[in-house]
């Protein structure tokens, strides 16, 4: 049952934040397992590898992450959920030029949308070019005001750019929408 795969794999990643990692560990793996089973009877289904990516990007299992994702897309070469996580994934574990290239062709697919720009402009801040992030954060707080994330990356980035009232008003922002905002973003490598 996806549904119930998924409510594993969130209370993982609760019990992780928490602290509580052989509990979160052991939900993540529950979620695993569904998703694995789903993928045995149905092996072409590209929503149940999807979902098994989630997962594993939950658990912290970047590269498997990335393997399922990729065989989404192949299943569904118009998976826009599995081109921009595999975007995010990569960038957090340091391949820019496939991040890029993922969240470029998500945006070719659905044009503008707010998460997957999000996800740009969190490569962009990785790679250091903090002018094409605060673009991309900007066009996707422009399409949706209350994105944490993006409040809390565009706020790193104008921190880094030298502009200390801008970066502390977001990152605040952020943290009054996501109170674990900056515990999430540090788990991706990001901290102001």
Known sequence: NPNLANTYSLRGTAYSRKDQQDRSRADHDRAI??????????????TA???SGFAYFRRGDYDRAITEYSEAI????SAVDAFRSRCWTHAIVGRFTPALADCDEALRLRPAEARTLEGRGFTYLR????????????????????RAGALFARGVA?????DQAGGDADIAAAAAIEAMVAE??????VRP
């Open 158 to 162: 104008r921190l880094r750019k030298g």
């Open 127 to 146: 790679m250091g070019d903090h002018d094409r992030a605060i673009a991309d954060l900007d066009a996707a707080l422009g399409k949706s005001p209350k």
């Open 74 to 77: 192949r299943l569904n070469p």
């Open 33 to 46: 397992a569904i998703y694995s089973e789903s993928i045995a009877k149905k092996p072409n289904d590209a």
């Open 49 to 51: 590898h999807l979902y």
């Open 184 to 189: 999430r973003y540090a788990e991706y490598g």
